[in-house]
């Protein structure tokens, strides 16, 4: 089936830094991927939809200045959250739409927790 | 703009039992998509079922089985024979059909509890 891969799962980093997050289809191509915020015990918020060299869809109230997101390739996106504080402490999950599927399947990345101390 | 709404925070059903668990959404667009994810504690989001709305069917996938109401926009899950892995959180999921627009809208989740 397919896959997606997350790296890195958890990341620890210190307020003003930047970390970047990197989602990959393995076995798929994705022209769509899009990336997600959850906190806890509570639901998936859509921050952004990343397609496929063009500027990436940020939903209402996401600073896309601060997570910046990068889909350079049919297999890779980029989130990179910038000057980090510690309310961006949370778990990022990437999900991506095969390019060759079912028009309505999109594929979840295992997450990554960020920490900001 | 669409909403999902999962009113059960938290649910628990004896092994071997089942259980429904709620879903209503709201929309104004007449094709789509919903579905049921599981996310269990390793965090990984889990497909358990799709449905898509211009078929009157409900879709059944082994024990999973879901009561899609297009009218009454409600759109529940069944789990029979509840399995001790079955204990996760499930979010219902909307999806509009609309090429270009592909992006989940989710519910607020429901924590469901095996009791052995």
């Known amino acids: 089936g397919a896959v997606v891969s997350q790296h890195p799962s958890r990341v620890i980093c210190k307020s003003g830094t930047s970390v970047k997050i990197e989602c990959r289809s393995l076995d798929f191509q994705a022209t769509t991927m899009f990336w997600y915020r959850q906190f806890p015990k509570q639901s998936l918020m859509l921050m952004a939809t990343s397609n496929e060299g063009s500027k990436a869809t940020y939903e209402q109230g996401v600073e896309k200045d601060k997570f910046l997101i990068n889909h350079a390739s049919l297999t890779l996106s980029t989130l990179t959250v910038t000057s980090a504080h510690p309310e961006d402490s949370s778990f990022y999950i990437c999900?991506?739409?095969?390019?060759?599927?079912?028009?309505?399947?999109?594929?979840f990345g295992p997450g990554t927790r960020l920490t900001v101390t | 703009a669409q909403t999902v709404t999962q009113s059960q925070p938290e649910m628990s059903v004896q092994e071997a039992e089942t259980v429904t668990l709620s879903c209503t959404y709201d929309t104004s667009e007449s094709d789509y998509y919903l579905f049921w994810y599981k996310q269990p504690p390793s965090r990984q989001m889990i497909l358990v079922i799709r449905?898509?709305?211009?078929?009157?069917q409900n879709a059944t996938e082994n024990r999973f089985s879901v009561n899609f109401q297009k009218a009454a926009k409600s759109f529940s899950l069944k789990i029979s024979d509840s399995q001790l892995g079955d204990a996760a959180m499930y979010f219902c999921?909307?999806?509009?059909?609309?090429?270009?627009?592909?992006?989940?809208?989710f519910g607020t989740g429901t924590r469901l509890t095996i009791i052995p």
């Open positions: 449905q898509e709305a211009y078929k009157q």
């Open positions: 999900s991506a739409r095969d390019l060759g599927g079912s028009t309505y399947e999109q594929y």
């Open positions: 999921a909307y999806r509009s059909a609309n090429f270009g627009n592909e992006k989940l809208t």
